[in-house]
């Protein structure tokens, strides 16, 4: 995991090094980088968790 709000791109170089023994995932926060900023602004990171658990199933 990255800080948030902030681009997977911010850890790309470091990603590299697990990414010889491990699954890596990066993933942008809404509005950052490739992602699509959110339908409405959100006070909590409940909908990001709940997305990131369906993506991890």
Known sequence: MHPSPLASA?????????????????LDA????DS??????EDTLKPDVE????ILG
């Open 30 to 33: 809404p509005g950052y980088r």
């Open 36 to 41: 699509d900023p959110p339908a409405q602004p």
């Open 10 to 26: 911010f850890l790309a170089p470091f990603a590299q090094f697990p990414a010889n023994d491990f699954d890596v995932i990066a």
């Open 51 to 54: 997305v990131l658990g369906e």
